[in-house]
């Protein structure tokens, strides 16, 4: 199975800070990582795709980079709907596989 | 629009099977090129891929549960289903239902989810 591997595990930031999670995995993925939002009691919400295309109706606050073994996930500047715990999944072979999650709390 | 709703018991006994079906609505589960998944959720703790099937009744699973794991499809109902033998308290999750886009192939959509006890 491919490992992925996310960092930092939680992240304390204030309303209007830059905020950067990073996910790498354990062998190439090509750009087959997609990012998720999942908020208490609800079900993850896919916010970038491809590594870096913003799902329809995502603000553009978030965005996605990297390519082969690293990527990143910004929010370019905090709202206090974005609190909450992030997710990577690889597509790239099944078993499909999710970090371990990264949990975005207020400051 | 398309939705997704997980439905089925709430509480299941050790060594029993777990069924757990997936009403899709809006829309139709013989979409080609999409894929329907389930997805777990242990309390707490992070996502499970746990298998994908297609409408032609194609199947990947997770190879740490495929002993265990059947998942079907019916297409006159618009519905896919979740079968798992001899539960554990270890299988106690949040099982959510999910489509499966060919682009990244990523799950674009998802089930409420439903929270899936397996207790004495």
């Known amino acids: 199975d491919i490992q992925m591997t996310q960092s930092p595990s939680s992240l304390s930031a204030s309303v209007g800070d830059k905020v950067t999670i990073t996910c790498r995995a354990s062998?190439?993925?090509?750009?087959?990582l997609n990012w998720y939002q999942q908020k208490p009691g609800k079900a993850p919400n896919l916010l970038i795709y491809a590594a870096s295309t913003l799902q329809s109706g995502v603000p553009s606050r978030f965005s996605g980079s990297g390519s082969g073994t690293d990527f990143t996930l910004t929010i370019s500047s905090l709202q206090p709907e974005d609190f909450a715990t992030y997710y990577c999944?690889?597509?790239?072979?099944?078993?499909?596989?999710f970090g371990q999650g990264t949990n975005l709390e207020i400051k | 629009q398309l939705q997704l709703q997980e439905s089925g018991p709430g509480l299941v006994k050790p060594s029993e099977t777990l069924s757990l079906t997936c009403t899709v609505s809006?829309?139709?589960?013989?979409?080609?090129?999409?894929?329907w998944a389930w997805i777990r959720q242990p309390p707490g703790k992070g996502l499970e891929w746990i298998g994908s099937i297609y409408y032609s009744g194609s199947t990947y699973y997770n190879p740490s549960l495929k002993s265990r794991v059947t998942i079907s499809v019916d297409t006159s109902n618009n519905q896919f289903s979740l079968k798992l033998t001899s539960v554990t308290a270890a299988d106690t999750a949040v099982y959510y239902c999910?489509?499966?886009?060919?682009?990244?192939?990523?799950?674009?959509?998802w089930g409420r989810g439903t929270l899936v006890t397996v207790s004495s």
């Open positions: 062998q190439s993925l090509t750009n087959y």
């Open positions: 999910a489509r499966l886009g060919p682009t990244s192939w990523n799950f674009d959509l």
């Open positions: 809006g829309g139709s589960i013989s979409t080609s090129n999409y894929y």
């Open positions: 999944q690889q597509s790239y072979r099944t078993p499909y596989t």
